[in-house]
C-alpha cells in the first residue's frame, strides 16, 4: 500500500473552530488538563512521532510510533476510555508515521470486541486507521469471548487470545493474494497481535508486519 501524505498543520480556520467549540462544550488537554484545548501546544510536541521496531518472540515486526508512557499514555486512554474521538487527529497521525517504508500491503486492523463496541460506540482502531488514511480491510473478526487483558500476566494473555480470532472467508476471497500489515493501538506482550497473525497464516495470508500507534515501555507491561 503506497504510504499516504502526512496532513499539515491546522488551518486558521480549523484553530478558530476549536476555540468556539471549546467555549460553548468545556474541554481540558488530554495531556496536561490545561483548560479550553483540546490538546496543548507542549502536550502536541510529547505525541510527535518517533517510530521504533520491535520483534515479537513470534518473529512478527511490530512499528510503533510512540512510548505508552506519560503524555502519550494519557492521550490514548482519553481517546480509548473517555470517548475523546477529536484525539484521532494526532494520534492518526502518529500512526501513518509507523508504516513501513516500502511496504505495499493491505492495513488489516485488529477487530474489537462485540463488548468493547457495546461500551465505546465505536472501534477505536479503524477509527484510528481512517484518520491515518487508509480504509482498513475488514479481514478479521473475533471468534469468541476473552477476558481483560489488562488483569493477566504474558503467559495468560497469551492463553486468553488462544483461538480467539478467525478471518472472514467472503473477505479472504477478495484479498487475491496480497500481504497484509496489522493495526493496532498499543502493543504490551503482542499476545493481540500474535493471534491475529495466526488465524490469517492458517489460512495462507502472509502478514508483512504490523503498525501501532504505540509500545509500551518493554521493562514493563501494562497493556494490550
Known amino acids: 500500500m503506497p504510504h499516504p501524505a502526512v496532513t499539515g498543520s491546522p488551518s486558521r480556520l480549523r484553530l478558530a473552530l476549536d476555540e468556539a467549540l471549546c467555549v460553548v462544550f468545556p474541554v481540558s488537554c488530554a495531556g ?3 483548560p479550553d484545548q483540546t490538546l496543548c501546544e507542549g502536550c502536541q510536541e510529547e505525541v510527535n512521532p518517533v517510530p521504533r521496531s520491535r520483534r515479537l518472540p513470534s518473529g512478527l515486526e511490530v512499528r510503533s510510533a510512540l512510548v505508552f508512557e506519560g503524555v502519550a499514555a494519557r492521550v490514548i486512554r482519553a481517546f480509548k476510555e ?3 474521538t477529536g484525539l484521532t487527529r494526532p494520534l492518526g ?3 501513518r508515521s ?3 517504508a516500502g511496504v505495499d500491503a493491505v492495513p488489516v486492523a485488529v477487530p474489537a470486541s462485540r463488548v468493547s ?5 465505536y472501534a477505536p482502531v479503524d477509527l484510528l486507521c481512517r484518520r491515518a488514511g487508509w480504509r482498513p480491510f475488514p479481514l478479521l473478526s473475533v471468534a469468541r469471548a476473552t477476558a481483560d487483558q489488562r488483569v493477566l500476566s504474558r503467559a495468560e494473555r497469551a492463553a486468553n487470545l488462544a483461538g480467539a ?3 472472514r472467508a467472503g473477505a479472504a476471497r477478495r ?3 496480497r500481504s ?3 493495526i493496532d493501538d498499543v502493543v504490551t506482550t503482542g499476545a493481540t497481535l500474535d493471534e491475529a497473525a495466526r488465524a490469517l497464516r492458517v489460512r495462507g495470508i502472509t502478514v508483512a508486519g504490523a503498525v501501532t500507534v504505540a509500545a509500551t515501555p518493554l521493562r514493563r507491561a501494562i497493556g494490550g
Request: aromatic share 4%; charged share 30%; proline share 4%.
Open 93 to 95: 497521525a502518529a500512526l
Open 165 to 167: 480470532m478467525s478471518v
Open 117 to 121: 463496541l457495546r461500551r465505546r460506540g
Open 98 to 100: 509507523a508504516w513501513p
Open 180 to 182: 497484509v500489515v496489522l
Open 82 to 84: 473517555d470517548g475523546r
Open 32 to 34: 496536561c488538563d490545561l
Open 175 to 177: 484479498l487475491e493474494r
